[in-house]
């Protein structure tokens, strides 16, 4: 099992980033698109590439996501390329703006769900039209006690199979990651906002 990497507050992930510190942001392009950490890169969770980053800076990432989760899946993939200083923004972007701290945001109207609700939607959803439709067909109610089943497990493993489907929908692209100059920005040492 990797380890578990350092997590940082708020207000220590906006003093290194401030020093020489970089945010890589590891949401789905249309989250980063509809708010995020000013000069972050967006390298999304499923094109995470240890290789390709482990080479590509000489200090800390601030890796951030929502909620944390996925910012310490990407920590753990980055640590098996041998790239180890890396710290999780502890909670998130959630965090992060609960604190009142600096955002650059979409356009009205642009702005797109984060994952963790887009799951709460597709999960409930289910659910309810699995329980509603159980009392005309009795054996729909197995198609709650999946959903159910598959939360629990989310909730043990830390990891969303649910949220891992979703963000392969045109819906969470936005403008699209350009993970190769994501990449390069991290390896010229700039920060570049999207």
Do not use: H
Not at 56 to 68: E, H, I, M, P, Y
């Amino acid at each position: 099992m990797p380890a578990i990497p350092p997590t940082v507050t708020p207000a220590q992930a906006e003093q290194l980033l401030a020093e020489t510190a970089v945010a890589l942001d590891v949401r789905t392009p249309g989250e980063f698109a509809t708010t995020r950490i000013a000069g972050a890169v967006n390298i999304p969770l499923d094109q995470v590439d240890a290789r390709r980053i482990a080479g590509t800076a000489d200090r800390t990432l601030v890796l951030v996501c929502q909620s944390g989760p996925r910012a310490e899946q990407a920590a753990g993939r980055i640590a098996e390329g041998g790239y180890d200083d890396v710290v999780v923004l502890a909670g998130g972007m959630g965090a992060w703006e609960a604190e009142g701290r600096p955002v650059e945001r979409a356009a009205q109207g642009q702005e797109k769900w984060a994952m963790e609700r887009q799951v709460r939607l597709v999960a409930g959803s289910i659910a309810l039209t699995s329980v509603l439709a159980s009392t005309v067909f009795p054996k729909a109610k197995w198609g709650a006690a999946f959903i159910g089943g598959g939360l629990t497990f989310a909730a043990v493993s830390n990891t969303c199979m649910m949220a891992n489907a979703l963000s392969r929908l045109p819906y969470n692209q936005g403008p699209g990651a350009d993970v190769d100059g994501a990449v390069e920005q991290l390896r010229a040492g700039t920060r570049a906002s999207a």
